[in-house]
C-alpha cells in the first residue's frame, strides 16, 4: 500500500485524508505533543507544528555546509536522496539562514559525540506537516516513513566524515554544487 497522500474529493470537503501508514506516522508525531490534538491544528493552519524535544525523539542541528560537502551537492533532491540513503530516517530543513541548517531525528537516549549539536528535553523544533509541504521555510529533507523509525546517529557520524574542508574555489563561489 502506498504512502501517498489521497484527495477527497466533493463539495462537502477540500480536505486532504492520509493514508492508514501516514496517519499513523502523524498520529505518532503529534504524540510527542502535549495535546496531539493541537499539533494536528498548527499542522493544518501553518504546515508546521512546534514540538517538544526529549520525549519521542531529540534533534541533532548539523550546519547544512557540512551536509553539503559530506553529500557533494547543495540541490534539495540530491541531499534528500544522499540522506535517505545514509540515514533511513526522518531529516527536517531549516533554510532560514545561508545553507541552512539541517535537523536529524534520533532517538532520546541515543548516544552522539560528533560536530552536530544535540538539541533535547526544554526545546521546541518547528516539524512540518508530514506529506505536501507547505511552509517556505522549514521543510522534510527526508520524509518520515514510519511511526517510531529515527535515525541512527552512527550513521550521521559516518556520513560526516565524508564532509570534506570547503574548498577555496568553492568558497569563492559560494556554494558547493549550485
Do not use: N
Not at 524535544?53 to 536522496?81: I, M
Not at 536529524?104 to 541515543?110: I, K, S
Not at 516513513?145 to 574548498?167: E, I
Not at 574555489?169 to 559560494?174: E, R
Request: aromatic fraction near 6%; hydrophobic fraction near 40%; charged fraction near 20%.
Amino acid at each position: 500500500m502506498s504512502g501517498s497522500m489521497a484527495a477527497e474529493r466533493g463539495p462537502e470537503s477540500s480536505v486532504r485524508r492520509q493514508t492508514p501508514e501516514r496517519g499513523a506516522v502523524t498520529d505518532w508525531f503529534a504524540g510527542a505533543h502535549p495535546v496531539p490534538r493541537q499539533a494536528h491544528a498548527e499542522w493544518a493552519d501553518c504546515g508546521v507544528a512546534l514540538l517538544p524535544l526529549g520525549g519521542r525523539f531529540d534533534a541533532l542541528r548539523v550546519a547544512g555546509r557540512l551536509v553539503h560537502s559530506a553529500v557533494g551537492s547543495a540541490r534539495p533532491e540530491a541531499v534528500g536522496a544522499a540522506l535517505t540513503d545514509w540515514l533511513h530516517g526522518p531529516v527536517v530543513r531549516d533554510s532560514r539562514t545561508g545553507s541552512g541548517q539541517y535537523y536529524v531525528l534520533v532517538a532520546p537516549d541515543a548516544e552522539w559525540q560528533g560536530a552536530a549539536d544535540r538539541l533535547g528535553t526544554g526545546t521546541y523544533l518547528a516539524v512540518p506537516r508530514i506529506g505536501k509541504q507547505v511552509s517556505p521555510v522549514t521543510s522534510w529533507a527526508v520524509q518520515p516513513q514510519r511511526r517510531g523509525r529515527l535515525c541512527d546517529p552512527a550513521h550521521l557520524a559516518a556520513l560526516l566524515a565524508m564532509a570534506a574542508a570547503p574548498s577555496p574555489t568553492a568558497d569563492a563561489l559560494g556554494a558547493i554544487d549550485p
